[in-house]
């Protein structure tokens, strides 16, 4: 029974196909490898490329070993490991893992130990089977003692353990099934960067709490590190402060702004309710002219008409008792001067009598009184006569 394709998508120039098999939970890791961890129920017989791409029964899927250090796991490893699991409809993906022991001596000291990439390795979503201590070399014994049909790796010649390509015999055997690598990222390219940038990661780990004996860092060099992770702070402190000063800035200026524009929509409105109020024949000029003319009706009051007979002051008021005292035969002046006035007084009174006839009673007794107070300078000059 051959395998059916599900669906077809292309992936670096490979075309990589899902296939319907056995449900498998991606929450489990793969499985480590066995002496004999083959799950071929049918008897291995080693397939070719046409035959694995047909497509294979559901019980005898295709075989793939991909191999490597995969130190400080990456996408890289994982999109090679994916087209591995995807060359065939029906695939089956063994990795090899090398030990530190054969890694140190043929290639150079890792950052991850053996065990920390083990299990990288069994929680990468596309490998079935993780095989612990693989070789450096492949030989066909070990092929055919794990039943591997393809050996799955990029192209590229690798030259290692004096060889100029250890894959040469794979190859030649029609056993190779090549991928591509992911340009731009590979673990020489990471560890790159933290040695470029060692003091960047050792002032970090710093900060973090590690030791400088953790870091194999020397006093000094720990001082320094604190003290520019200090300048740094400090950096980043005045940052923040200048952003929000020119954000308070701009706030207050986009304010002003509209205060000003506000101000000129409103001032020839303003300018003319002032000169309105104000201006040479405003509200306030009328109202002070109604109000200084008020004041001058007040203070100045109509004369009378020129036609009218004028009268003294004096005559309208009221005649007082004490006015009639020199017709008051019981209280005699008691002073030659007193008496001259007296005298004075009678005679104007006389006078008064001949031109002023028909004047009414109380007017004639009213008239010695108010000659009295009007001139003074008579009275005086009868005094001086009289003494």
């Known amino acids: ?35 004999r961890s083959c799950q071929c129920r049918a008897p291995h017989e080693r397939l070719t490329i046409t035959q694995a791409r047909r497509g294979t029964p559901v019980d005898r899927p295709v075989r793939v070993y991909a191999d490597g250090i995969f130190d400080l796991f990456h996408s890289g490893h994982a999109r090679a490991l994916m087209q591995a699991k995807n060359l065939f409809p029906n695939g089956y993906l063994i990795v090899g893992v090398c030990s530190d022991e054969l890694t140190h001596k043929y290639k150079g000291f890792t950052v991850m130990t053996e065990e920390e990439r083990y299990e990288a390795l069994r929680h990468c979503r596309y490998v079935d089977e993780v095989m612990r201590d693989a070789p450096w070399t492949l030989t066909p014994e070990f092929l055919e003692k794990h039943k591997i049909d393809f050996v799955a790796h990029d192209d590229i010649p690798y030259s290692s353990a004096g060889s100029e390509d250890v894959y040469r015999q794979i190859k030649e055997a029609g056993m190779f099934a090549p991928t591509q690598r992911t340009e731009g990222i590979s673990t020489s390219d990471i560890i790159t960067r933290i040695v470029r940038d060692y003091d960047v990661y050792a002032r970090r780990n710093l900060q973090r709490g590690y030791t400088a004996k953790e870091l194999n860092v020397s006093f000094i060099n720990e001082k320094k590190y604190r003290l520019q992770n200090q300048v740094d702070k400090m950096k980043e402190k005045v940052k923040n402060v200048e952003e929000k000063s020119k954000h308070f800035v701009y706030k207050v200026e986009e304010k002003s702004h509209d205060l000003i524009q506000k101000w000129e929509e409103k001032s020839r409105e303003f300018i003319g309710n002032f000169l309105e109020l104000f201006g040479p024949d405003g509200t306030w000029k009328q109202v002070f002219q109604e109000r200084s003319g008020r004041m001058l009706q007040a203070l100045s009051p109509r004369q009378s008409p020129t036609g009218s007979p004028t009268r003294s002051p004096t005559r309208e008021r009221s005649p007082s008792p004490t006015s009639r005292w020199p017709f008051n035969k019981t209280s005699p002046p008691s002073s030659p001067k007193v008496a001259s006035a007296s005298v004075s007084s009678m005679s104007e009174g006389d006078e008064d009598e001949k031109g002023g006839e028909g004047l009414p009673a109380l007017e004639r007794t009213s ?8 001139a003074p300078s008579q009275t005086s000059s009868l005094q001086m006569q009289v003494s």
């Open 367 to 374: 008239r010695p009184t108010a000659s009295l107070i009007r």
């Open 1 to 35: 029974m051959v395998g059916r394709k599900r669906r077809g998508h292309r992936s670096n120039g490979l075309v990589l196909h899902d296939i319907r098999g056995p449900s498998k939970t991606l929450t489990e890791p793969a499985a480590f490898a066995e002496e």
